[in-house]
């Protein structure tokens, strides 16, 4: 008894399946070519947290940049000044 209700739900699952798989068949190549292409896009696109980390990383070099400058610079004047 148990194995009869068991073939019926699997059954009924096969023809769910078939029923989408017949779904996605209709559509057209050109409309499933699209949906891919948009899927790689998304896949490959940059997210704001590595855009945010490429931004800080920037900051961070000009900032230790201008702090060596002036640190050098304004240490030449005091010495000049004596």
């Known amino acids: 008894m148990g194995r009869k209700d068991a073939s019926a739900t699997k059954l ?10 017949k ?7 050109s409309v499933l070519k699209a949906t891919q292409l948009k899927a790689d896009a998304k896949r490959s696109a940059f997210g704001i ?14 900032l230790f940049i201008y702090a060596f400058f002036y640190l050098n610079l304004s240490t030449e004047l005091d010495l000049d000044m004596d």
Not at 23 to 29: I, L
Not at 49 to 62: K, N, P, Q, Y
Request: net charge positive; aromatic share 10%.
């Open 12 to 21: 009924q699952m096969d023809q769910y399946r078939k029923q989408i798989g």
């Open 23 to 29: 779904q996605d068949n209709k559509k057209t190549k």
């Open 49 to 62: 947290r590595d855009v945010f980390l490429m931004l800080a990383a920037i900051l961070f070099l000009l």
